[in-house]
C-alpha cells in the first residue's frame, strides 16, 4: 500500500528528506506521495519514516493503492535494483 498526504499537511518540510524513494514532493498546496515510488520503505526501514517524523500524523495508507509486503518488496528491487540475494544452498 502506497501511502498518501492528506490535506492537514502543514508544509513543515520534514518528511520530504526523510523518504528513501525520492516519492515526495511539493505539491499545488501541501506535500504529495507519489504512489509508484512508495514502498512504505519496504526495504529500506522496519516503518514508514514519514509517519514516523510526521508532526500532525497526516499520512494515512492510500486505499487507491493497496499493496502486499512481496508487492511493496518487488516495487523496492525495481526502484533500486537491489534484489533480494538467495541463500547458498547447503549440499548434504
Excluded: W
Excluded at 520530504?16 to 499545488?28: K, L, R, T
Excluded at 512504505?40 to 497526516?58: L, M, R, S
Amino acid at each position: 500500500m502506497a501511502l498518501m498526504i492528506t490535506d492537514e499537511c502543514i508544509n513543515c518540510d520534514v518528511c520530504e528528506p526523510e523518504c528513501p524513494n525520492d516519492a515526495i514532493s511539493m505539491g499545488e498546496s501541501f506535500y504529495q506521495i507519489d504512489p509508484h515510488r512508495c514502498t512504505e520503505c519496504v526495504g529500506h526501514f522496519d516503518e514508514p519514516q514519514c509517519v514516523q517524523i510526521c508532526p500532525v500524523a497526516c499520512i494515512p495508507v492510500n486505499p487507491a493503492h493497496v499493496e502486499t509486503r512481496p508487492m511493496l518488496m518487488a516495487k523496492y528491487e525495481r526502484l533500486t535494483g537491489d534484489a533480494a540475494q538467495p541463500q547458498p544452498s547447503v549440499e548434504r
